[in-house]
């Protein structure tokens, strides 16, 4: 795969995450969202629409999940997202079919950018521990 220093994924690299619950640090799980596929900024009831369908295919999975918010660091970009307790190469189909570039995945509180559609290495981008927000309401902006 080409390492090329594609700009959203450098983006991607300094997400934040915002959980109205911790998360044990033993769990593995994929954070997969559907909004703004291949990188396009789309509207926010786009983005619902798509959101809901993707939290259906989650449901139909029979797999947890909790509804979180990936974020920039400075929160004026924010996605609706759902951690997700599924296996990497089923989380990545997943990412595939919402047409997203990347998802996140996290095992023993290592948090991994895995690339969908983009060309590019996984990479470990730290503790994930270290880039939970806990809230008290995720924002309904996003």
């Not at 769990?27 to 900024?41: R, Y």
């Not at 449901?59 to 918010?69: D, F, S, T």
């Not at 996290?106 to 991994?112: A, F, H, P, S, Y």
Request: with cysteine; net charge neutral.
């Amino acid at each position: 795969m080409s390492t090329d220093n594609h700009p959203l994924w450098q983006c991607y690299q300094q997400t934040q995450f915002l959980f109205t619950q911790s998360l044990s640090p033993t769990l593995s799980f994929a954070i997969i969202t559907a909004h703004n596929p291949q990188g396009e900024i789309l509207s926010a009831s786009q983005n619902r629409l798509l959101d809901r369908k993707l939290q259906g295919e989650i449901e139909k999975m029979g797999l947890p999940y909790r509804a979180m918010v990936g974020t920039s660091s400075d929160r004026r970009h924010m996605e609706k997202s759902w951690a997700v307790a599924i296996d990497k190469p089923a989380a990545i189909a997943l990412g595939l079919a919402f047409k997203q570039n990347a998802i996140y995945f996290v095992e023993n509180d290592t948090l991994r950018l895995v690339p969908c559609l983009l060309k590019h290495d996984e990479t470990a981008i730290g503790r994930f521990s270290s880039r939970v927000n806990l809230v008290s309401e995720l924002p309904e902006s996003c």
